[in-house]
């Protein structure tokens, strides 16, 4: 049987090398993706997905190795579907996210940014604050398994620590699965919320049955033990109640500016802490807010950009979907004594229209920080308002994105339709050894 050997040319967006199968000319011919191959390397590959114009593959040998191949810290990055990029050196990663951003907002958008910024840092290793842990009991091994899926799979890797997590929660995966297989309800706890605050870490147990007296004694003694938190979910997020103890609350700082700002473990916060203060003191730099502005802080969430926002402008009010999310974001302005400055309202982002926009009044600056689908609707409406009232136009526009590829559609909007320069664009290393590119672009009004 005849070995299959390619050469690696590239990255594509989920971490696998990309190379062509020869046509018989000489010229290159179907696409090949192979994971865990590298730039530059010469592999043998398995395919196990094949169509018409391109194959997925797994590599079988290495021949030629990359000078950028390191050895991965973890021991079940082979397995474990939590990371993609841990036999790459970390800033090889960051170039290749870059390069990302950058091919989406050309191939996509048709711009490109005047200055491409220098990447976004942080730790490399245990910054994961937050995560999903999925559970399941194995009736073969007679055990129960918690940590992410395996690579391209529904079933949960055979995991006995972590790297990505803080070491405190990675050496609570081996106890956490003694407990739950020791509970009576063993088998009908599907997952694990993480989160870790400042001083306090809450583990959410999603439960399809009532505890038991001797469940109750047993969470109570694991969390005594641990110095954790233990919430529960009976059904969807919204269930998920503080079970034991009872006299902590998560927290996060954003010390630059005195904020300090409660959550829960359900709630959408960064899931790096360290990364998130440099992305909001990045962000706050870029909008460059001056003492008279009026800034509008749309998917304002909790108010992770718009209490710090307070502390430089004359009014910002932040914007959210959820009545729920906007007050509690009210509630957190007033703990940090920035009410005076901010005002919440509610809006479903994704249907805003330039009428909207109108009733809003004039804003200075605008930070936009929507999830994955993008700001699509805000941006046409931007487009929208040049055409019948320019005036309330804002100066400047920084865009915080989770997605290349949506961040590079609304780009091309704001670009072609509201009449904004993309200024400047670059990423953020949000999360290490993912093919995950987190990024932020400036948009300057002509």
Not at 37 to 48: D, M, Q
Not at 212 to 226: I, M, N, R
Not at 246 to 259: A, K, N
Not at 288 to 297: F, G, K, N
């Amino acid at each position: 049987m005849q070995e299959n050997i390619i050469d690696i040319k590239s990255l594509d967006m989920d971490a696998r090398g990309v190379g062509h199968i020869d046509n018989e000319d000489g010229s290159p011919g179907k696409v090949v993706f192979v994971e865990g191959a590298l730039p530059g390397e010469r592999v043998s590959f398995e395919t196990f997905k094949k169509k018409k114009n391109w194959e997925a593959a797994r590599m079988t040998a290495l021949h030629k190795e990359s000078s950028l191949r390191v050895k991965p810290k973890c021991v079940h990055f082979d397995n474990c579907g939590g990371c993609s990029m841990q036999h790459l050196e970390p800033s090889a990663q960051v170039a290749i996210k870059q390069r990302v951003l950058e091919d989406n907002l050309w191939h996509i958008g048709k711009v490109k940014p005047l200055t491409v910024m220098r990447p976004m840092y942080g730790p490399t290793w245990g910054y994961r604050y937050r995560a999903r842990l999925s559970v399941r009991h194995v009736a073969k091994k007679n055990a129960v398994l918690v940590g992410f899926h395996e690579k391209k799979s529904v079933f949960v890797a055979d995991m006995s620590s972590c790297q990505i997590l803080p070491p405190h929660v990675s050496d609570m995966l081996l106890p956490l699965r003694a407990l739950i297989g020791s509970l009576s309800l063993y088998n009908q706890v599907p997952q694990i919320e993480v989160a870790v605050g400042e001083d306090v870490t809450a583990l959410v147990l999603r439960i399809m049955a009532p505890l038991t007296a001797d469940d109750e004694v047993k969470l109570k003694a694991f969390a005594d033990q641990y110095q954790i938190q233990f919430w529960l979910q009976t059904k969807g997020p919204d269930t998920a109640a503080p079970y034991y103890p009872l006299d902590r609350e998560l927290h996060y700082l954003l010390p630059e500016f005195g904020v300090r700002m409660p959550f829960k473990p359900v709630d959408f916060t960064q899931v790096n802490h360290h990364i998130n203060r440099v992305l909001v003191h990045k962000a706050l730099g870029l909008l460059d807010v001056q003492a008279e502005d009026r800034v509008a802080d749309l998917f304002c969430g909790l108010g992770n950009f718009t209490l710090p926002l307070a502390t430089q402008g004359r009014e910002v009010v932040g914007i959210e979907g959820s009545t729920s999310l906007t007050e509690r974001a009210l509630d957190n302005a007033k703990a940090n004594g920035l009410s005076a400055k901010t005002s919440f309202s509610t809006r479903n982002l994704f249907e805003v229209t330039v009428e909207d926009l109108i009733a809003l009044g004039k804003f200075d600056r605008m930070l936009i920080d929507p999830p994955r689908d993008g700001a699509m609707a805000v941006s046409e409406a931007l487009g929208a308002l040049r055409a019948v009232r320019p005036d309330l136009l804002p100066k400047r526009i920084v865009y915080v994105s989770c997605s290349p590829s949506t961040l590079a559609r609304d780009a091309s909007v704001l670009v072609n339709q509201a009449g904004y320069t993309l200024s400047k664009a670059g990423v953020v290393n949000m999360f290490p050894h993912t093919s995950h590119v987190e990024s932020m672009a400036v948009f300057d009004l002509v």
